[in-house]
């Protein structure tokens, strides 16, 4: 559960790849794939964010809402981690099935 826990952040991430017996755990597995989904979204969101900027009030509003959709996502799935669930987060959680490793 740990790993599921820690897969929404980096070190997770990482540790889900570097350790063998993580990897034969299919709630790491679940967690993983679908963190390393969600940090693809949060570095898209931040170099697109930066171009959201340059449009006043609209873009800023645009940002924020696709910043708070994510804190969002990220806080569902670390809760759907720690207590035991594979559940999918909406929207992301199907790019993040069809991941195979």
């Known amino acids: 559960v740990a ?49 959201l900027m340059f449009i006043p009030v609209l873009g800023w509003l645009v940002w924020f809402v696709l910043y708070v959709f994510f804190l969002v996502l990220w806080i569902m799935g670390i809760v759907y981690s720690a207590t035991g669930k594979e559940k999918q987060l909406p929207i992301i959680g199907s790019f993040a099935e069809k991941l195979s490793f």
Not at 17 to 41: P, T, W, Y
């Open 3 to 51: 790993c599921a826990v820690l897969s929404y952040f980096l070190v997770g991430i990482i540790w889900y790849f570097a350790d063998e017996n993580m990897k034969k755990s299919s709630l790491a597995r679940f967690h993983a794939k679908q963190g390393l989904v969600l940090l693809i979204c949060w570095v898209i969101l931040s170099v697109g964010g930066t171009v």
